[in-house]
């Protein structure tokens, strides 16, 4: 294989890695926003908070990672469902990891939640990338 043709296929993989990170980036703006904003109005539970602020951006999430991210031609069917079950995961890792992490060891809620976002981010990339937008084959 040719040095071109092996960056080629890495060129590609960066960027979709960069555009992968951009939607992220706008959807951890809004996810901070929504849970600061939940944070000063409410004394509900950490977690409860985490979670609200988390599930509101999945449709935001999923129409621009299927379109934008992965160029998916995934139908909806297929895709769709796959795709929540990656971002409900994460939500419950989010949840569980902002519930251990204020709630019963007491430790700063933004320092938590900046530890669960690498963690979620990984798995949501990896569980996107090779299932939910994988390329059909066949």
Request: proline share 3%.
């Given at each position: 294989m040719p040095l071109r043709d092996l960056w080629r296929g890495r060129e590609a993989r960066l960027l979709e890695l960069l555009r992968f990170g951009s939607v992220g980036a706008a959807s951890s703006v809004i996810y901070f926003a929504l849970l600061w904003v939940l944070t000063a109005l409410t004394t509900w539970p950490t977690a409860v908070r985490g979670t609200l602020a988390y599930g509101s951006g999945i449709g935001f999430n999923y129409l621009l990672q299927k379109s934008f991210?992965?160029?998916?031609?995934?139908?909806?069917?297929?895709?769709?469902?796959r795709y929540a079950v990656v971002h409900l995961s994460g939500m419950a890792i989010n949840g569980t990891l902002l519930w251990l992490?204020?709630?019963v060891a007491g430790w700063n809620y933004v320092l938590v939640q900046c530890v669960a976002i690498g963690i979620v981010?990984?798995?949501?990339?990896?569980?996107?990338?090779?299932w939910a937008f994988q390329p059909h084959h066949g």
């Amino acid at each position: 294989m040719p040095l071109r043709d092996l960056w080629r296929g890495r060129e590609a993989r960066l960027l979709e890695l960069l555009r992968f990170g951009s939607v992220g980036a706008a959807s951890s703006v809004i996810y901070f926003a929504l849970l600061w904003v939940l944070t000063a109005l409410t004394t509900w539970p950490t977690a409860v908070r985490g979670t609200l602020a988390y599930g509101s951006g999945i449709g935001f999430n999923y129409l621009l990672q299927k379109s934008f991210t992965f160029k998916s031609g995934r139908r909806h069917q297929h895709a769709g469902p796959r795709y929540a079950v990656v971002h409900l995961s994460g939500m419950a890792i989010n949840g569980t990891l902002l519930w251990l992490g204020v709630d019963v060891a007491g430790w700063n809620y933004v320092l938590v939640q900046c530890v669960a976002i690498g963690i979620v981010t990984t798995g949501s990339y990896l569980g996107q990338r090779f299932w939910a937008f994988q390329p059909h084959h066949g």
